[in-house]
Every structure is written in C-alpha cells, then in structure tokens.
C-alpha cells in the first residue's frame, strides 16, 4: 500500500517570489509520482509526473520537481510565481512497473499568490 | 479527443433516493476509475475497471455503491438510498494501458452530489 503526506495544508507567498509545495510518500514498491493541480471549480489536471529516467522533471509553466528516492520525496518548485499559479496541488502516487493502478492522494496544499 | 466527460456536473437528492452518475472516458483509453472527493480532502480510491473487467474495488465503496462498464467505454455509478455522508465530489479518470506513458490519469470534471 502507498500513502502521501503533503506537509502544507495552505502555501501563502507574494508574486514573483520561490515557492516549494512539499510531498512525502511511502511505498514498499517502487513507485510512479504524479503532481495534479486544481484551479477553483475545475477538475484535476496533470502538472508532472516521474516515471523513471530523469529523478527532474518539468512541466511547461515553470514548475519542476526531484524525485528524491533516499527521502521518499517529490517536491514541487517554481523560481518565480504568478498570480494565475493560485490554485490547489495534489500529489499522487501509485506503483510503478506492471502493477500501475490507482492513484493515492495526499490532502493537497492551497497555494495562493499574493499581488 | 474530448476528454473525459462526467454527468450530470451537479444532483441534488433527498436522503434515501437513489442517484445514477455517467462517466464517458477519452475514447482510446481502457482503463476506467472513479474517485470521491470531500471538502478539505485528497481524491480517494472507489474502484477501477479495465476494459469491462472491474478490478479492484476500495472498501470505500459500501454494497449501497454499485459501478459498470458494461461494453468497455462508459462507465455508470449508482449509489442506493443515499445518506448525507455521501455528499462528495464524484470524479471519473481514464488511461491506457497501451502507450509508452502509462497510467496517466486524465479527470474529467467531476460530479457533485449534495444529499439533503
């Protein structure tokens, strides 16, 4: 079984400045990551994901996260942020190789940038 | 390809009826699931199908919750005699088990069910 701990319920940061969205996970198998994102009152939309290969991985709008496997980690970063970045971020985890199947979700952290 | 399209967006029932939600998956994909949502919370398992085959089912999902995919394209889920604690976000993903990048899960919209 797998479980994620996202350990931010609420990221509050001003325009322009870093951010880091934190995810922790467990898994006694090896493991496919996922970051969702959920703009208000739309559904979930894939951000990233890890697969194998590259432990980096980028999306189009800025966003990147390390797949860290000695800290069961997959932050997410952005350098600078914008105001449209606000919405809230899910990150997902399931096994990887021929197991794949559901997604486990942590509780999500509401990110909201400030002008 | 149009995405994965839920329906109805909303319902609104009393306790004790039964409601029927409609899932249509992006038209390639062959694999199915259904997810539910509380206010606050991450999405949580409910079940998953492959083709017309369901393959694992969350103990989430009570014997009041029913899902089919009879042909192996849409997918209906029924919840009987609804109870207020039922009141969630329903949401309906697809993949395919058939290309390179497996297992990314595409959600549509979502359900919203509020038992009164």
Redesign the interface.
Known sequence: AQSVTQLDSQVPVFEEAPVELRCNYSSSVSVYLFWYVQYPNQGLQLLLKYLSGSTLVESINGFEAEFNKSQTSFHLRKPSVHISDTAEYFCAVSPGGTSYGKLTFGQGTILTVHP | DTG?SQNPRHKITKRGQNVTFRCDPISEHNRL?W?RQTL??????LT?FQNEAQ??K?RLLSDRFSAERPKGSFSTLEIQRTEQGDSAMY?C?SSSTYIL??????????TRLSVL
């Open positions: 994965v699931y997810y606050g919370q991450g999405p949580e398992f998953y393959l694992e969350s949401l993903a990048a497996k297992n990314i899960q595409y959600f549509g919209a979502g």
